[in-house]
């Protein structure tokens, strides 16, 4: 598992368009992504559960990628979030 923590600087937060965005990107791999805020857990490749997370600007969260290209998840994720996050 390749895993890394991110805090989101857009003062937006993942609102819809970038959660799209990410959930989209999530869905180009076989395996599977979890996005972590505090004590929730939400599968990346589905919009509605990341929505559901509620992340704000100033949250620190946790991508996890396990499966076969795990760490060309990881690396491609952590390269977006750090884009949509600025």
Same mark, same amino acid.
């Given at each position: 598992m390749k895993q890394f923590t991110i805090t989101i600087q857009d003062k937006e937060g993942l609102h819809a368009r970038p959660a799209g965005l990410l959930s989209k990107a $999530? &869905? @180009?791999f076989q395996c599977a =992504?979890?996005?972590t805020k @505090? !004590? &929730?857990t939400a599968d990346l490749k &589905?919009?509605?559960a990341v929505m559901g997370l509620a =992340? &704000? @600007?100033g949250d620190s969260i946790t991508v996890a990628c396990d499966g $076969?290209? !795990?760490e060309a998840a %990881? $690396? %491609?994720l952590e390269k977006m979030f750090a884009e949509i996050s600025n």
């Open positions: $999530a &869905k @180009g =992504v979890t996005l @505090g !004590e &929730k &589905k919009i509605f =992340v &704000k @600007g $076969a290209d !795990e %990881a $690396a %491609a």
